[in-house]
T-cell receptor
């Protein structure tokens, strides 16, 4: 069974600080997605990383896929209160690309 | 999220009743997926359907749960004889084909009392 471990589960920091969220597995994934989920809503896709070592930037968010395609990180620079939310990573296997395996999420709070 | 429509958004059922959750995929999408999110847990895959076919139902509980995606109309996730443990958010997602990015709906929150 493939598992994705996200850390930390909860993170509360001050506005302007930097932070990194990690997503780790012993399994290899064909791709990895990062989602953001607001209370009472569905996950919204932020990015998909496909190639080992790939780095993608989305404004102040930087996403990296590990060289071995087993782990990923999300780094936020100069966090803002609007970044508050639940961040989920999800991996797609080679055997079933649509059967995403989700981490348990990181609940991020940015305090003004 | 835009385009994947789920209803009802909130549903309350008494133990033993049936729950039916509907999902209309984005325009042009013929692949539908159902995921379940239990309180304080991540999303778990339930079932993957194409029009009139179940492709992968490995995440579906063996009893009481069924899903369909008819030729016409929305996909339906049906839960018979609901129990308190079925209380969760059920998310539908769709994609235009296999291997494409999937897009989630806003979810249906089922509460069993």
């Amino acid at each position: 069974t493939q598992l994705l471990e996200q850390s930390p589960q909860f993170l509360s920091i001050q506005e302007g600080e930097n932070l990194t969220v990690y997503c780790n597995s012993s399994s290899v994934f064909s791709s990895l997605q990062w989602y953001r989920q607001e209370p009472g809503e569905g996950p919204v896709l932020l990015v998909t990383v496909v190639t080992g070592g790939e780095v993608k930037k989305l404004k102040r968010l930087t996403f990296q896929f590990g060289d071995a395609r087993k782990d990923s990180s999300l780094h936020i620079t100069a966090a803002q209160p609007g970044d508050t939310g639940l961040y989920l990573c999800a991996g797609a296997s080679f055997q079933g690309a649509q059967k995403l395996v989700f981490g348990q999420g990181t609940r991020l709070t940015i305090n003004p | 999220n835009a385009g994947v429509m789920q209803n009802p958004r909130h549903l309350v059922r008494r133990r033993g009743q049936e729950a039916r959750l509907r999902c209309s995929p984005m325009k042009g999408h013929s692949h539908v997926y159902w995921y379940r999110q239990l309180p304080e847990e991540g999303l778990k895959f339930m079932v993957y359907l194409q029009k009139e076919n179940i492709i992968d139902e490995s995440g579906m509980p063996k009893e009481r749960f069924s899903a369909e995606f008819p030729k016409e109309g929305p996909s339906i996730l049906r839960i018979q004889q609901v129990v308190r443990g079925d209380s969760a958010a059920y998310f539908c997602a769709s994609s235009p084909g296999y291997g494409n990015t999937i897009y989630f709906g806003e979810g249906s929150w089922l509460t069993v009392v």
